[in-house]
DNA sequence: ATTTCCATCGCGAGAACACGCGAGAGAATG
DNA sequence: CATTCTCTCGCGTGTTCTCGCGATGGAAAT
């Protein structure tokens, strides 16, 4: 896990608006052998600034609620200066939609400041090695979102061409569309659609998309 | 994060094939003062069968490649002989489909055998705690097929009202009875519906509804 | 061999929808 | 003050859907 490297110093880089926290941090980074933090900012925009001319960035450390520009919308901005860097949201926020919102922006990794400073350093190496360090609440929340996706289907059996004509329906294609496409009558893509409402308890085409998708069906 | 309990140590049940792993993982875990592991066994049977009187588990420590009945279709066994337990998977698989299908069973962590012993112990406390420890290799697999679910939204800006009516159509309400939940008239809702027509590019209500769910707009 | 399931096809009536072509009111922006 | 958005409402016409009530033939199962 801890690289004695006697190579280079993996940059790190660091948004934090606290001034003290920041500096701990830094200095606890830079205590790292095989690490350095030369670029530490209290906000998004600070950051870019300060590092316009450095061409390689590792792995940032990005709080959340920062002066200027917000952290989650800082993400993009972030990777569109370094594309390759890997960023570990830090910061007080475990809220859903926030959490949610970090990671699906592109963040590796979410790290509370609760944690122990061993634990972030820890998840520092993590990301450089190619992993997502998360707080075991964090991962906890993204498992049951992870879940909800998928709520073990409740046993609906439908055929192989009702799900055909389901999945072309969630393509938004009208029932004659289907009755060509499949070369078949209207009556039958009908029939099968009729099926289809007694098996998944509906009554028209949009809400057995709808169940159908939301299944994993279609 | 570790409990200095004074009261009775949690119970962990520890299901593994190899023997001395097994039997280092059980010395290591009872050596926690506020753990204590009684019950080690090399199959989900002969756990089950072992632990037949036993009427309270908080964790149990799950390998996956084991003789008889394979892990992940353990986990099932496992709930319902301990509803409230929670299922730590401790293997050397990391192949997504196995690690996602035994998350989807209900695991509530995944460590790796690579992972070191003090790292497997703080995953059982933080499991006692309510989070979820994940290798973070394997944080890492989740939160990608979790960002291939949703391929960031293209940009698509609906208006509050029309999101609203979107979900309530999602739900397989039609238009006039969603005209009366919102307490509008039928024009109105058919309006907006219209307006998401040529937002989402789609001329029907199910095509509408299957991109709205696919773009998690709904 | 009879039953069961599946896919296919048909008609008709009434309900729901798609869409063109309007409009007015209020809020926000410039 | 004009513009732009958003939400609201209205009518008419043609299209599409929903559903009741059928039917036939083939394949698989009992």
Same mark, same amino acid.
């Given at each position: 896990?801890?690289?004695?490297?006697?190579?280079?110093?993996?940059?790190?880089?660091?948004?934090?608006?606290?001034?003290?926290?920041?500096? $701990?941090?830094?200095?606890?980074?830079?205590?790292?052998?095989?690490?350095?933090?030369?670029?530490?900012?209290?906000?998004?925009?600070?950051?870019?600034?300060?590092?316009?001319?450095?061409?390689?960035?590792?792995v940032?450390?990005?709080?959340?609620?920062?002066?200027?520009?917000?952290?989650?919308?800082?993400?993009?901005?972030?990777?569109?200066?370094?594309?390759?860097?890997r960023?570990?949201?830090?910061?007080?926020?475990?809220?859903?939609?926030?959490?949610?919102?970090?990671?699906?922006?592109?963040?590796?990794?979410?790290?509370?400041?609760?944690?122990?400073?061993?634990?972030?350093?820890?998840?520092?190496?993590e990301a450089l090695?190619?992993?997502?360090?998360?707080?075991?609440?964090?991962?906890?929340?993204?498992?049951?979102?992870?879940?909800?996706?998928?709520?073990?289907?409740?046993?609906?059996?439908?055929?192989?061409?009702?799900?055909?004509?389901?999945?072309?329906?969630?393509?938004?294609?009208?029932?004659?569309?289907?009755?060509?496409?499949?070369? $078949?009558?209207?009556?039958?893509?009908?029939?099968?659609?009729?099926?289809?409402?007694?098996?998944?308890?509906?009554?028209?085409?949009?809400?057995?998309?709808?169940?159908?998708?939301?299944?994993?069906?279609?």
């Amino acid at each position: 896990m801890s690289p004695s490297s006697k190579s280079a110093p993996r940059q790190i880089g660091l948004i934090e608006d606290h001034q003290d926290y920041r500096r $701990v941090l830094q200095q606890a980074i830079n205590s790292s052998p095989h690490l350095i933090c030369q670029h530490a900012a209290s906000s998004v925009e600070a950051f870019l600034a300060e590092t316009a001319t450095i061409p390689k960035m590792e792995v940032i450390l990005l709080d959340l609620n920062l002066p200027g520009v917000h952290g989650v919308t800082g993400i993009p901005m972030l990777f569109q200066r370094f594309p390759d860097t890997r960023i570990l949201v830090l910061t007080v926020y475990d809220h859903k939609p926030v959490v949610l919102e970090a990671l699906a922006a592109g963040a590796s990794g979410y790290l509370l400041k609760a944690d122990r400073l061993d634990t972030i350093l820890r998840g520092i190496d993590e990301a450089l090695s190619g992993g997502a360090p998360l707080n075991s609440h964090i991962a906890r929340m993204i498992l049951t979102t992870f879940n909800a996706v998928r709520p073990a289907a409740p046993e609906i059996d439908l055929t192989d061409r009702e799900r055909e004509i389901l999945s072309l329906l969630a393509k938004g294609l009208i029932k004659k569309e289907i009755a060509d496409q499949l070369s $078949v009558s209207y009556h039958t893509v009908d029939t099968h659609v009729r099926n289809i409402y007694g098996k998944l308890k509906v009554h028209n085409l949009s809400g057995a998309v709808a169940k159908a998708i939301q299944l994993g069906l279609a």
